[in-house]
């Protein structure tokens, strides 16, 4: 007799990751989206949970006097698989914000396919930006039925991020996706961190300042560092490869 498949276990939101000091209301939420792999029904590890944890402690210290809190979404599964299942838990995960926190906005934070997931998550009213951090992208070769789609990327503030030296995802797709998804929305820029690989640890200060400056910019209307409102500003291909200069952050001038 065939077993009857298991349905899926429901995707979770962790615990908020708050910092001291951090406003009473939640007036904006991050959600964190991990990596993962192209295929895979298993459960993700815990370590890919952990490794966010940082990130987003990180981010909820930049925005702590703005009311931020951040999650980081526990997916069902650890595959991207024919359902783009991460992209159904990011919407899912946004949903939980609204039921949580009310009308707040929402940036999703991605990384790899996560960075796939936070794209794909986009059209969901609740988020107003996204930020994808060395997106995973189909290159031709899978059996992908149209182009990933970017048409409900408008009205949403958009940064990619990729390191040049990638090995695991080509940068040059994120470029081309970054192309498309500027005629559709003028609101998208994308950096370049010239000789990092996949995870972004040679410049990991950098990416991190990069990140906040564009979260606390597109949830609380803070102004942007200049480099980065330079980014949205300028016409394809110089904005869409902006170089992420050594010491972001360091000094940033408005």
């Given at each position: ?93 946004a949903d939980e914000v609204v039921r949580r926190y009310g009308d707040v906005p929402v ?148």
């Amino acid at each position: 007799m065939a077993q009857r498949a298991l349905p899926l276990p429901a995707a979770r939101l962790g615990r908020a990751v708050l910092t001291a000091g951090a406003a009473p209301e939640v007036s904006g939420v991050v959600l964190l989206l991990p990596d993962g792999e192209s295929d895979s029904r298993r459960r993700p590890s815990a370590l890919s949970y952990a490794v966010r944890l940082p990130f987003a402690r990180s981010l909820a210290r930049a925005g702590q006097e703005d009311g931020l809190a951040v999650h980081v979404v526990r997916y069902r599964t650890r595959g991207w698989n024919a359902d783009a299942d991460p992209a159904a838990d990011a919407r899912w995960a946004a949903d939980e914000v609204v039921r949580r926190y009310g009308d707040v906005p929402v940036c999703l934070v991605g990384h790899g396919m996560g960075g796939r997931a936070a794209l794909r998550g986009a059209g969901h009213t609740a988020v107003s930006s996204v930020l994808s951090m060395a997106p995973w992208l189909p290159d031709g070769t899978e059996p992908e039925p149209e182009p990933e789609p970017v048409k409900h990327l408008a009205g949403r503030r958009v940064l990619i991020v990729h390191g040049t030296n990638d090995a695991r995802t080509d940068p040059e797709l994120s470029y081309r996706l970054a192309e498309r998804a500027k005629k559709a929305n003028r609101d998208t820029c994308r950096f370049e961190v010239h000789s990092d690989g996949h995870a972004l640890r040679q410049h990991r200060a950098e990416v991190a300042a990069l990140a906040s400056d564009f979260v606390r910019g597109s949830l609380f209307g803070r102004p942007y560092a200049r480099p980065v409102a330079d980014a949205f500003a300028a016409p394809p291909p110089l904005g869409l490869r902006m170089p992420l200069a050594a010491g972001f952050g360091r000094s940033l001038r408005h």
